[in-house]
């Protein structure tokens, strides 16, 4: 009789299914045991893709790094993607993180875009730098086509907003 013991953590609905694919190898002379599975916390995880989708890295006007205020948030960050790409990695599924450069419409769109994207590979450095594996990092420029906040030339506001690298979660 074969004995197969599955550990870990996985998605309710994956250990009901395990249970069903064991009572059936059972009447086959084989044993799978399920009793050590662990429900995943899936709201965990989406509470964690929550802040990490709406944590931006903020620069100021014509600058590629960002400044020593951005530290702490960097530091989290780091510490928030590596958790959640374990956490995605335990339930079966790979976790990348897209890093999207932005620009103010201060200046002309060719350098803007240039900007953006080298913010966006600033950003994807220093979280290498804070143990980020590089390839769940993904790195574009949106220049000022993707604005967080509408600008119009009355608003300063809208123009510092904008200058930022900003951080999608995508799962595979």
Do not use: Y
Not at 18 to 24: G, V
Not at 38 to 58: G, H, V, Y
Not at 75 to 93: C, W, Y
């Amino acid at each position: 009789q074969s004995r197969i013991v599955v550990v870990g953590e996985a998605p309710a609905g994956w250990i009901s299914r395990a249970q069903a694919a064991a009572d059936q190898l059972s009447a086959d002379g084989v044993v799978l045991d399920v009793s050590q599975l662990r429900e995943l916390n899936l709201a965990e995880l989406n509470q964690l893709r929550e802040a990490i989708q709406t944590t931006d890295i903020f620069f100021s006007s014509g600058r590629v790094v960002p400044g020593p205020e951005q530290t702490p948030v960097l530091d989290r960050l780091a510490d928030q993607l590596k958790e959640f790409a374990e956490n995605a990695r335990k339930a079966g599924v790979t976790a990348r993180f897209m890093l999207t450069g932005h620009s103010d419409t201060t200046g002309r769109e060719t350098a803007n875009a240039s900007i953006s994207a080298a913010r966006a590979e600033t950003v994807r450095a220093l979280l290498n730098k804070r143990g980020v594996a590089p390839e769940l990092l993904l790195v574009r420029g949106a220049g000022t086509f993707e604005p967080a906040v509408p600008e119009n030339e009355n608003s300063r506001t809208g123009n510092s907003t904008n200058r930022r690298v900003s951080v999608t979660v995508n799962l595979e």
